[in-house]
Structures are given as structure tokens and as C-alpha cells.
């Protein structure tokens, strides 16, 4: 469906033009300089035309913001046949009329051009970018992005040079150290335990109840494995393998011998401030559990990296940890010990339980079977929408033959069920699975999007108590197709509606969870966003427009 939104929307508009995009660069880093001497995204057009072209007249922005070009400079704005011209997307148009009044987001997302009459003449949409590598036209003047690719030297205002980028592991202390790596891919191996080490994380703090997660900061222990002091002044922590130096440690933090230091991923962006153990420093970014692109990344003063890995959803309140402080095996902690020796830990969650149907919308009665990866294990599920544990209905009691001892037959499905499972070791070698959830819709004709909500104390929310509790959130479409699920935080929203039986509430998907960290998709047509964290159902109890004060609704239920 969005692809022919996408087909209706921009390709009759876009007309073809001989001014051409001819390489990009939206990451700065220490490239590349304009007139005034600051480093600068920037974006390179090309006449392919056989005569000069002025751009006077011609829009350049991102879709949020841009700049018409002036008409004060003929020979500054005109581009000679089958040359080039750089315009400097750094949001600081009073630099000269090259300098375009947007910036370019290396995360992703849209270059327009408009020509003086109106027409849409360049409309690109350009994925995820590199720190100081540029994405050109190979040769010059191909449509994009055919014959395109990124390069390790840009050329504003020259003939594009092949530079290619060669992934691999550039941390020379690894095991597998690849000295023509260019770009870090995330394959390195750690072998040695010598020296400063993470030793153990957090990125899933909450209150028991999941509900009050905002004075519970993610953290990471540093564990200094050796016989002398450490001064991390100097060193660097990250998210992200492409900016490894994202936040550095700006005065002294000494760490004694076999000794250990809390780091708060708090965002804060202070040296020494209050943390829910200690205070401690905290660094300018956060951690996301659920993106599963995110890294730990420890490097030297020198910008060297010196350990990383990929960040690993944990259940509500656990890490991840070393085994034994400074060993190389890691495990999950369902009891943490940040500031204290690592011990007790599993090595694992259970693998998922897996149900034979999707979730969504029947016109019969359906049966629903559970599975799992694993064997040796016990099926719990609940139909009430009360989270599963091992005290509620057993669905099946799985061998370690994979053989089944009891249960495993078919869970009816008769009427709307938020059917949810959980799986158990048998042996208690590992930790309960993650909970999945599934909502089946029997005989329920719709025609709009539906949400289905559950959890042990939502109703008790929705029957009037001021509570937060935790539960699930899914979102169907108005053809009854899965749209999106999470896990969170439900509250109390609205005045007038908390004096009827239907009331308002607020949803907050919590990445602490380790289920999602927003509803990931475009629900509001008009907005230019594709996830959303928070969402609110309003009941419209003040529909009595228009004696209602402020801005009361304009609809009614029927």
C-alpha cells in the first residue's frame, strides 16, 4: 500500500531536468570545509545540459526546510556545461547563497529540488549514512542511484574519486584485527580479558511494576582487571559503532586495581551527578535495548576502540554481565550487581513460544497451537489477558526428546481471546521466555483500525483506579491485519471522561520491557512520523461543544 501512496503522490510531479545530484554527504565529521572554514553536509548537483545553467530561482531543501537561490551573483550561481556546483546544507543561509537552510540527516531521508516554475525536478530518498563518506556518482552524472556508491573521499566541486569502503574489524587489540578495514562492521572479537573491561550492563530499569521507569537510568560497570589505577579521563563511550567517540570522559575518574565504576546512559551529559546507586558520571546518550542496532562501545583517549558488542534485550530489571567478573563468557543476571563481583547468572531466556496462527480477525471459532524451539520445557498461557507464569494453564509438557509428556492439544478459540504464553525450563537452566501475545477477533465485523490492550490490572485502570500498570498493546488495521505490538505502560489521561465508565488513558511503550520501543508505523496520515512511543485514547466525554470551556470535542459516540 505505501508504495503506490509513494507512486501517486511523487512521480507525477517530478519532471525530468538536466541539474542532476551528483554526490551527497550528510555525516560531518572532520570533512569537508566550505567558504568559511566548518565542516558541512553538503549536496553537489551536475549540469548534464550543453549550456550553462543558472540556479537563481531554484528551491534546494530536505522536505522540512530549504532555500530558494538568489539572484545577486550570475557567476557564483551558474553552473558551466557539464560541471558542478556545491551547495552547503548547514542551515545558515546568511553564509552566502550557496548555503541552503536545512541540514542533512544522516539517519535517512529526502533531497528536493523545485525548478523556478514550480516543478519538482530532483526528489531522492537516501538510507542511513557513514561519518565523513560520501555517497557519489560513479562516473559522474549517473542517475541516482544507479552506478552509485559511497566513498572514503569526498569531492565537493570535483570529479568524484572512488574510494571504496572496505568493512571488517579496525580495532587493532581484537583477535581478528583486519588492518584494511575501513569501516567497523561489528565482527570483532574480544579474546582478551586484560586490562579496562564492560563488565556488566543495564538497560532495563523500572520500578517491580514496570510502570516508573523515568528515575531508573541505564548503566554500564567498568572493571579495571589489573594491578594498577586506571584514570578513564580521556576515554570514550558510545552507542553506535560509527561515532565510537560520542561522549568522552572530561575530568578524572580513577578506578583501583580489581575495582569496578558505575556509568550512567542517562543522557545527562555531567561528570558527577546523583544515580539510583551512587553518584557517578553520566554520559549524552541513552541506551535502546529493542532497535537491535545499538552498541556498547568502550575506546581509548586516542579514539581506538577497545571492546564493544551488540546490545541484547533483557526482561524488566535484568543485565547482562560477564559470568565471572573479567571472564569472557557472558550471561543474563536476574539479580544485578552493579558496583559489586558478578555471580549467579543463566545463559539464556528460554526460546519464544510460537502459536500456528497470526493474530487478527476469524469469522469461525479457531484452534490455536503453541510450540517452542526449545525442549525440556513446560507451555504455561492465560486467556484473560493476566500476564502467564508457571502457576496458570499448562499447555503442554515438552520432553527433552522433544516428545510430549502431557498436554498439546488444541486451545479452542470460541470468542475475542488475548490468548498469551510463556515457556519454562524444566530444569531451570535458563530464564523464562519472553511472554508472547496474540489477540483473536471471533466474528467481529470492522471497518476501521482496532487496538487490543491487556494486562493483569488494566481494568482495574479502566473501572476508575489511578494505577499504572503494565500490559500489551496491538494494533490491527482496518483490513485486520497486525499492524504493530509493544509492551508498557498504561495510565490515567483526561478530566471529564474519569466521570463515566468510559475513560481516557494514556499508552507509553517502554523499552525497559524488552518487547519494542514504539509503535512503529505511520497511524496519523498528517504527521511526518513512523513510530510513536505514546499514545493516547481519548474517550471524548467532553463532547458537549459548544458551552464546554478550552477546545472540547466535536464528535459523539452513536
Not at 554500564?220 to 561515532?243: F, P, Q, R, V, W
Not at 521466555?433 to 493483569?456: K, L, M, Q, R, W
Request: aromatic residues 12%.
Amino acid at each position: 500500500m505505501k508504495l503506490y501512496i509513494y507512486i501517486l503522490l511523487f512521480i507525477p510531479f517530478i519532471t525530468f531536468s538536466q541539474i542532476q545530484i551528483n554526490e551527497f554527504f550528510a555525516d560531518s565529521g572532520d570533512c569537508c570545509l566550505d567558504g568559511v572554514g566548518e565542516t558541512e553536509d553538503f549536496v553537489e548537483v551536475i549540469n548534464l545540459s550543453a549550456e550553462p545553467l543558472d540556479l537563481a530561482g531554484y528551491y534546494f531543501g530536505d522536505g522540512s526546510g530549504g532555500t530558494i537561490i538568489g539572484s545577486t551573483n550570475t557567476e557564483l550561481t551558474t553552473i558551466p556545461s557539464g560541471g558542478v556546483k556545491v551547495l552547503w546544507f548547514d542551515n545558515d543561509e546568511d553564509q552566502g547563497l550557496l548555503h541552503i537552510g536545512a541540514k542533512l540527516n544522516n539517519g535517512g531521508e529526502n533531497i528536493i529540488c523545485i525548478n523556478p516554475v514550480g516543478d519538482t525536478i530532483i526528489n531522492i530518498t537516501f538510507s542511513a549514512q557513514y561519518e565523513d563518506v560520501s555517497f557519489a556518482s560513479f562516473p559522474d552524472g549517473q542517475i541516482y542511484d544507479s552506478g552509485w556508491d559511497f566513498t572514503m573521499c569526498p569531492t565537493p566541486g570535483e570529479t568524484n574519486n572512488l574510494c571504496p569502503m572496505i568493512e571488517g574489524c579496525t580495532s587493532s587489540i581484537a583477535d581478528n584485527y583486519d588492518p584494511n578495514a575501513s569501516i567497523e562492521n561489528g565482527t570483532c572479537v574480544f579474546g582478551s580479558t586484560e586490562g579496562l573491561l564492560i563488565n556488566e550492563y543495564g538497560a532495563s530499569n523500572c520500578n517491580n511494576q514496570g510502570s516508573n521507569c523515568g528515575d531508573y537510568e541505564d548503566w554500564i560497570e567498568l572493571y579495571n582487571n589489573t594491578n594498577d589505577a586506571i584514570d578513564l579521563n580521556g576515554y570514550y563511550l558510545s552507542d553506535k559503532l560509527d561515532e565510537p567517540m560520542k561522549w568522552q570522559f572530561s575530568e578524572s575518574v580513577i578506578i583501583q586495581p580489581n575495582s569496578f565504576e558505575i556509568i550512567y546512559i542517562s543522557g545527562r551529559d555531567q561528570m558527577d551527578d546523583d544515580g539510583q546507586y551512587d553518584n557517578g558520571p553520566h554520559t549524552n546518550f541513552k541506551l535502546s535495548q529493542t532497535k537491535y542496532d545499538e552498541h556498547i562501545v568502550l575506546s581509548n583517549s586516542g579514539g581506538e576502540i577497545l571492546f564493544y558488542f551488540n546490545i541484547i534485550p533483557t526482561q524488566l530489571n535484568h543485565s547482562m554481565g560477564r559470568v565471572n567478573d573479567g571472564e569472557l563468557d557472558w550471561g543474563i543476571f536476574s539479580s544485578p550487581s552493579p558496583g559489586n563481583s558478578n555471580q549467579n547468572s543463566n545463559d539464556r531466556y528460554v526460546s519464544l513460544p510460537e502459536f500456528n496462527l497470526n493474530p487478527g480477525f476469524f469469522d469461525n471459532q479457531v484452534e490455536v497451537l503453541i510450540s517452542t524451539q526449545d525442549t525440556g520445557v513446560l507451555i504455561y498461557y492465560t486467556t484473560n489477558g493476566d500476564w502467564p507464569n508457571d502457576g496458570d494453564q499448562l499447555f503442554a509438557d515438552i520432553d527433552i526428546d522433544g516428545s510430549i509428556s502431557q498436554g498439546g492439544d488444541p486451545i479452542i478459540v470460541d470468542e475475542t481471546t488475548v490468548l498469551r504464553a510463556v515457556v519454562y525450563d524444566k530444569l531451570n537452566n535458563n530464564l523464562p521466555s519472553f511472554v508472547e501475545t496474540n489477540t483473536y477477533f471471533i466474528n467481529s465485523p470492522h471497518t476501521v483500525s482496532v487496538i487490543s490492550i491487556a494486562g493483569d490490572q488494566v481494568d482495574n485502570l479502566l473501572n476508575g483506579n489511578q494505577i499504572k500498570p503494565r500490559g500489551s498493546f496491538e494494533i490491527f488495521d482496518n483490513e485486520g491485519f497486525l499492524i504493530d505490538e509493544a509492551t508498557g505502560e498504561f495510565n490515567e489521561h483526561g478530566n471529564d471522561s474519569w466521570a463515566y465508565s468510559q475513560r481516557g488513558f494514556d499508552y507509553i511503550t517502554r523499552d525497559q520491557h524488552g518487547y519494542n520501543y514504539a509503535i512503529r508505523d505511520d497511524l496519523f496520515r498528517e504527521k511526518n512520523r513512523e513510530e510513536y512511543q505514546r499514545l493516547i485514547i481519548k474517550a471524548a466525554a467532553n463532547d458537549n461543544y459548544p458551552f464546554a470551556p478550552g477546545n472540547p470535542a466535536h464528535i459523539r459516540d452513536q
